[in-house]
């Protein structure tokens, strides 16, 4: 039988706040799902609605405090690939450390999608990558040589823009971006007004007696990406706008330490430019990527899938293992990206998937040597 992971969160504190600037969400009972938090009842499509003053209906500050999570039993080498396969309808893939690392496909990767296609499972790629749009990730796939529909894609970029829809954010106000061309591209897309981006990478600001920065007062969300581009410019503009402008919403598409841009090393992730905006504003984000519930949710209801046909597969304990844990969906964890195995069965790692392997087309040897 396959085995299952229970997540709890030994304590969430919440405290109000007569400041505008404060996060604004509706929460039930008190805490919002999108914040990664798994057995409340919620409803995200009408989490948070906007009236003509850009308030939202209901306002809170909440924050997560000590969130932990406890293992029901330590993972398990994944042994038998086609009672995994067969237990589940749909396959939802990270893309960094599990299809490719940097520009580089993985070994094996085509072959095993090829296979469960083959048995009728539907498959979605999933990143918190939002310099690409869900097209722009088309291009790439198949640049390597990967036969992916826009369908089957799911970026952070996205989640970003689909969220606001969510939410009937206003068409009269604007986006501040902080990331690169997939954030625009997905705005775009959505029908929503945006400023800043890649061209506010080559901006300064001249310090002088009694300068003040101007902003944009009809911003009434910015969302930070991960951003090559990024600069005080940036930092102290987004900051006006989070903290200046009534109602402002501050959103992440993910908090990643680091990331692959290329196969050699680890970088700097979007974590480090959405920690400058939390330190400049003291405000904590909307997160909508991974391990946020949110693109699990969209999923699921935009398929019609039951969470618990679902088996998502990454590299990541604290994104992609804890995102399919928070949705409720088995997990498995593959050792070609960031986890090693000796960092999964540390005494200090609290997050266990239910199984484990070295690499996505281990579903091919596996399956092979199954009996």
Known sequence: MLSRTVVSVSAVSSSSSTSPSRILCKVNPTIPKFLGLKGLSHNFTNCTTW????????????????????????????????????????????????????????????????????????????????????????????????????????????????????????????????????????????????????????????????????????????????????????VQYGTLCIRENPGCLFIATNRDAVTHLTDAQEWAGGGSMVGAFIGSTQREPLVVGKPSTFMMDYLANKFGILKSQICMVGDRLDTDI?????????????????????MLQSPGNSIQPDFYTNKISDFLSLKAAAV
């Open 322 to 342: 804890l995102f399919g844990q928070n949705g409720g969906c088995k997990t498995l964890l593959v050792l070609s990206g960031v986890t090693s195995l000796s």
């Open 51 to 234: 009236n003509k003053n850009l308030n939202l209906s209901r306002k809170c500050n909440t924050r997560m405090e000590n969130f932990t999570t406890r293992a029901s039993a330590a993972a398990q080498p994944l042994k038998n690939a086609d009672e995994l396969i067969d237990s589940v309808e749909t396959f939802i893939f990270d893309c960094d450390g599990v299809i490719w690392k940097g520009d580089k496909l993985i070994d094996g990767v085509p072959q095993t999608l090829d296979m469960l296609r083959s048995r009728g499972k539907r498959l979605v790629l999933v990143t918190n990558n939002s310099t690409k749009s869900r097209k722009q990730y088309g291009k790439k796939f198949e640049t390597l040589g990967l036969d992916v529909s826009e369908e089957e894609i799911f970026a952070s970029s996205f989640a970003a823009a689909a969220y606001l829809k969510s939410i009937d954010f206003p068409k009269d106000k604007k986006v501040y971006v902080v990331g690169e061309d997939g954030i625009l591209k997905e705005l775009e897309l959505a029908g929503f007004q945006y400023l800043g981006g890649p061209e506010d990478g080559g901006k300064k600001i001249e310090l002088k007696p009694g300068f003040l920065m101007e902003h944009d007062k009809d911003v009434g969300a910015v969302v930070v990406g991960f951003d090559r581009y990024f600069n005080y410019y940036k």
